[in-house]
Nanobody
């Protein structure tokens, strides 16, 4: 059974940093495009950042220059380094592993930015 497990969420003050991790199992991780999405209360889930199997990255405009996505194929893990966090970054963050028509979602991790 494929597993996609996020970790690293928590409560942080504005301007602070967090690093999210998403570890996968039972997929050929290096072949998958990995993405981080988020969903705030009352809003639709949105793409935050993604990284392809070839290390190409793209980011939502709202996080460019603040967030960095990276992957470690040896550890089957993708990371999201979040710096200069803002109140508007508060959401549940989800990891998606995508290859062709295959989609595997994690259960999400809560990030709360609050003073």
């Amino acid at each position: 059974q494929v597993q996609v497990v996020e970790s690293g969420g928590g409560l942080v003050q504005p301007g602070g940093s967090l690093r999210l991790s998403c570890r996968t199992s039972r997929i050929i991780f290096r072949d998958y495009t990995m993405g981080w999405y988020r969903q705030a209360p009352g809003k639709q889930r949105e793409l935050v950042a993604q990284i392809s199997s070839g290390q190409n990255t793209n980011y939502a405009d709202s996080v460019k220059g603040r967030f960095t996505i990276s992957r470690d194929n040896g550890k089957n893990t993708v990371y999201l380094q979040m710096n200069t966090l803002e109140l508007g970054d508060t959401a549940v963050y989800y990891c998606l592993a995508r290859w062709g028509q295959l989609r595997y979602w994690g259960q999400g991790t809560q990030v709360t930015v609050s003073s």
